[in-house]
């Protein structure tokens, strides 16, 4: 992927790009948007090791419903954004929120990190979720 592309993408439409890739099976556009330096890039250091891990394993068994932004924030070279996710897995629909931390790398933002929220663990009004509600969780759940 050319950084020169990436670079034109905020925090929060770089979420949305990812959800969006993930629903078409562009798994390359995945990879390439993990910073160098996340776990994500620890376990799958090839491109190509991770795209034949994703056509094995993902792509049939889940599809990706909707992505909403509900809040974020960012400074010089860090971003956060906390989005809600619908997605069928498995025949199943679950949602679940997620607060995904950015980093600036060649200027443009790449997935870090996360912490997700499970259905269980949303509030009442979903719709109402911030960064506060994910401050109350574990902090060992961040991948």
Not at 38 to 47: A, G, I, K, P, V
Request: with cysteine; glycine share 4%.
């Amino acid at each position: 992927m050319n950084d020169n592309k990436l670079s034109s993408y905020t925090p929060p439409e770089i979420i949305l790009a990812r959800s969006e890739a993930s629903s078409r099976g562009d798994f390359g556009f995945i990879f390439d948007t993990f910073h160098p330096e996340s776990n994500f890039r620890r376990q799958f250091r090839e491109r190509d090791e991770y795209l034949e891990f994703a056509e094995e394993n993902l792509g049939q068994d889940y599809q990706i419903i909707s992505c909403q932004i509900l809040q974020y924030q960012e400074d010089e070279d860090e971003a956060q954004v906390v989005f809600l996710m619908e997605m069928r897995v498995h025949g199943a629909v679950q949602r679940f929120a997620e607060l995904a931390w950015l980093r600036l790398e060649n200027d443009a933002w790449l997935y870090h990190r996360g912490q997700k929220m499970t259905e269980e663990e949303l509030p009442e009004s979903s719709q109402s979720l911030s960064f506060a509600d994910f401050a109350t969780l574990d902090q060992s759940t961040i991948f």
